[in-house]
């Protein structure tokens, strides 16, 4: 695999695993008490 | 050669990031283990707390929950909405407060990846026949636990008014999931001031 192709795969991933990260602590800190 | 550089910098960064997310849940649990090590744990200096001997002498002046079995010891916090629950227990505006007998209703984040983590973390190893003291205004209120339950989060009478004096605590469960809520009942066992 190329360093470009490399690069890109990545990137995808630091970005995909930031997401995961900002979704579970606002999914954790925003659940309702009551629905 | 400088875009591998960077190749192993972002490598490097999903690892931290992923390590993070799969660690920050557990690290309460290590902090629980490690306060509680050897005879003279956490747990058995604030079970030690609420005792009448050292009660009526150590009577803080903020409102306070301790509840041993947790290893709970924190300031309540007053609110008129749900972000009071970032700051640790948040006593649910318009139930009781001990003073007034019903039912004083105190709610708790399980777990968050930012501070306070985990308030009620442990809410789960607190079981019936344990105690555990709120302080309010200057006076001291021990309860005994006598129920626990997981209920769904649609079951709002979990903060009905009682007939006798009660704190219930409550919090989300399973630990990783806010599905249902897990209430604990204490009823009032003594008074200190």
Request: charged content about 15%; aromatic content about 12%; some cysteine.
């Amino acid at each position: 695999m190329s360093e470009k192709v490399q690069f890109w795969v990545l990137l995808t991933l630091l970005l995909v695993s930031a997401a995961f990260l900002v979704f579970v602590n606002h999914y954790m800190q925003n659940a309702p008490l009551f629905k | 050669m400088k875009l591998a550089r960077v190749n192993t910098g972002l490598l490097c960064a999903i690892i931290a990031i992923n390590l993070y997310v799969i660690v920050t849940p557990f690290v309460p649990r290590f902090t629980f283990w490690w306060q509680n090590r050897g005879q003279h744990g956490r747990t058995a200096v604030l079970q030690q707390k609420i005792q009448p001997s050292h009660i009526v002498l150590n009577i803080p002046s903020d409102n306070r929950l301790v509840v041993p079995s947790m290893s709970l010891d924190q300031p309540i916090i007053e609110g008129p909405t749900m972000a009071s629950l970032m700051k640790g227990p948040w006593h649910i505006p318009g139930t009781s407060t001990p003073d007034k007998g019903s039912n004083t209703v105190i709610a708790g984040h399980r777990f968050t990846y930012t501070n306070p983590r985990g308030t009620f973390y442990f809410l789960d190893k607190v079981k019936v026949g344990d105690d555990f003291a709120v302080y309010w205004q200057h006076k001291a209120y021990t309860y005994k636990v006598v129920s626990t339950s997981q209920v769904p989060p649609t079951q709002i009478s979990i903060q009905n008014p009682r007939a006798t004096p009660e704190v219930t605590l409550f919090s989300c469960t399973p630990l990783w999931w806010p599905k249902d809520r897990l209430v604990i009942v204490g009823t009032l066992e003594n008074t200190y001031e």
